[in-house]
């Protein structure tokens, strides 16, 4: 609202009724980067990303007006914010910390491998988050009588919990330094989201 700006459309809307002229939205709640080949993980978004350009450019040249352009795809803000349900399952797999840590590299790829599909067909532009301080969580503070008392820092939060989430922001970040390398003429911008919220509930009587 601050931004004078309206809502993306669910890319699941019908064509017919919406040009998407300010965006789709692609996000589902729950989603993840693994398993692959579930609904909606990432690579799934990523395929019905395609198939939604794909469709939007046939409309375009066949005529019809208004739709999203290829200069309009290719000028486009990629965002991406996904992670955090991959550790969230795999801490309620009942996996040890370090089984979870292990998993983070085989997150960071199917993220890498998103953004490169994105690039190969056009993307220049990503806005990339990273996932916020997961131990903060009421959901997962509703947990707090299956786990020691010690594992709690001293704004209540499950400091295990939140120290995968850093750790998996580190190779998150270590991943948006490498490809501004690679993807030389694409501008990747990696958003501290941890920090944010991590602030608002450590210095909440600022705010």
């Known amino acids: 609202q601050s931004l004078n700006a309206s809502l993306l459309s669910p890319y699941m809307d019908s064509l017919s009724e919406s040009k998407f002229n300010n965006g789709a939205n692609f996000a589902v709640v729950g989603s993840s980067t693994l398993p692959k080949y579930v609904p909606f993980s990432l690579?799934?978004?990523v395929m019905q990303f395609l198939h939604f350009k794909a469709r939007t450019l046939e409309l375009v040249t066949a005529g019809s007006g208004n739709f999203i352009n290829?200069?309009?795809f290719r000028n486009a803000l990629y965002m991406i914010d996904i992670g955090q349900n991959d550790l969230a399952d795999s801490f309620s797999k009942n996996?040890?910390?370090?089984?979870?840590?292990?998993?983070?590299?085989?997150?960071?790829t199917e993220i890498k491998n998103a953004v490169k599909t994105l690039y190969?067909?056009?993307?220049?532009?990503?806005?990339?988050?990273n996932?916020?301080?997961?131990?903060?969580?009421?959901?997962?503070?509703?947990?707090i009588q299956l786990l020691q008392k010690k594992d709690l820092d001293t704004y209540g939060c499950i400091s295990s919990y939140n120290a995968a989430a850093r750790l998996f922001n580190e190779a998150l970040l270590h991943f948006c330094q490498q490809m501004k390398s690679e993807l030389e003429d694409a501008t990747i911008?990696?958003?501290?989201?941890?920090?944010?919220?991590?602030?608002?509930?450590?210095?909440?009587?600022?705010?």
């Open 120 to 129: 190969d067909h056009g993307g220049r532009k990503f806005w990339i988050h």
């Open 70 to 72: 290829d200069e309009g």
């Open 189 to 207: 911008v990696h958003v501290d989201i941890f920090s944010v919220k991590y602030d608002l509930i450590a210095n909440s009587t600022k705010y």
């Open 43 to 45: 690579n799934i978004q």
């Open 95 to 108: 996996l040890t910390y370090v089984e979870v840590i292990k998993r983070i590299p085989s997150v960071i």
């Open 131 to 143: 996932t916020g301080p997961l131990g903060c969580l009421p959901q997962k503070l509703s947990l």
